[in-house]
């Protein structure tokens, strides 16, 4: 299958390596009503944009450069992978084909446009058209600076922003399996303190009366239903990190809102406990546990990336 060129395209004579009398810089690749911007690294349809994050992106185009031929699992790894990286290879690019076919509406079973080749790799199944930016004569004698500054131009939009947000300084350096551990047990830690709260309604009321007196019946009844929420909630997290769902940090992301608030507001339960504790200790169970939700949105974003 051979990629479409629009009119003003170079001649499909020209190769990488031969002489530059012109420029080739490849802006975006276009199939059906899909169009993949290579310098944004966006995925559009009919113009709208779709929710695809980088590594599935950056799959998706290195199947449309080569469409209709195989591309091997070995060429994404070092592709989307620097050397020095260490991650679970099979897993994450299994991560990233699962979210690019659900974009695109395809399916494993019966793809329209990425098929499985069995212990080989993907291959891309359909017309696949290239838009390149105006073509730029080149003199006799090209600058080595052009040149560079062409390839740069032509290879880096996409790599160059995977590079930087798998090697982003932000994150602490730790395996995607050990910050899975982490998140789940950051979840069983506020189960645990729903369904204590839920066991012991009475004492819930009690230690309401004595920690915030006139407003104890308020607090009560907060903290009773939204431990009743809360459980749904962290069931539905562990359920997804186990089963290592590939949209969770999508889900994640709209859930987020809503817990961080919550969580900061169950950061004051262990006050409930100031008289059986002591007023100190339960300070400083209150100051870790405002520290969670922000830890919570790390170990996500070291699950994504990793």
Do not use: C
């Amino acid at each position: 299958m051979q990629i479409t060129r629009p009119p003003k395209a170079v001649s499909a004579s020209h190769q990488p390596d031969a002489k530059l009398s012109r420029m080739e810089v490849v802006l975006k690749y276009a199939f059906d009503g899909f169009e993949a911007d290579l310098k944004s690294a966006e995925l559009r349809r009919n113009g709208t944009r779709l929710k695809l994050q980088l590594q599935p992106f950056q799959v998706l185009v290195a199947l449309l450069e080569k469409p209709g031929e195989v591309v091997s699992r070995e060429e994404l790894r070092q592709r989307l992978w620097p050397e020095d990286t260490f991650v679970d290879f099979d897993h994450g690019l299994n991560t990233a084909m699962g979210k690019l076919r659900d974009v695109l509406g395809d399916s494993a079973a019966r793809p329209r446009y990425v098929e499985t080749i069995a212990k080989r790799g993907y291959r891309f199944n359909g017309e696949v058209r290239a838009i390149l930016a105006p073509p730029v004569a080149a003199s006799n004698a090209v600058s080595p600076a052009v040149i560079a500054a062409a390839q740069s131009t032509t290879a880096s939009p996409v790599e160059a922003t995977l590079s930087s947000a798998v090697a982003d300084p932000g994150l602490p350096r730790a395996s995607r399996n050990t910050a899975r551990l982490l998140f789940t047990l950051a979840q069983i830690m506020y189960m645990a303190f729903y369904l204590s709260a839920l066991f012991r309604l009475d004492r819930l009321y009690q230690s309401s009366v004595i920690a915030w007196r006139s407003a104890a019946h308020p607090a009560f009844y907060f903290y009773a239903l939204t431990a009743v929420v809360g459980v749904s909630v962290r069931l539905y997290l562990i359920t997804a990190t186990s089963f290592d769902y590939h949209l969770l940090g999508e889900k994640y992301r709209v859930l987020y809102p809503g817990l961080f608030v919550l969580d900061l507001l169950w950061a004051l339960a262990p006050l409930l406990l100031a008289d059986r504790i002591g007023m100190g200790l339960a300070l400083g169970a209150t100051a870790a546990l405002v520290y969670m939700p922000f830890a919570q949105r790390v170990l996500m974003k070291m699950m994504q990336t990793g």
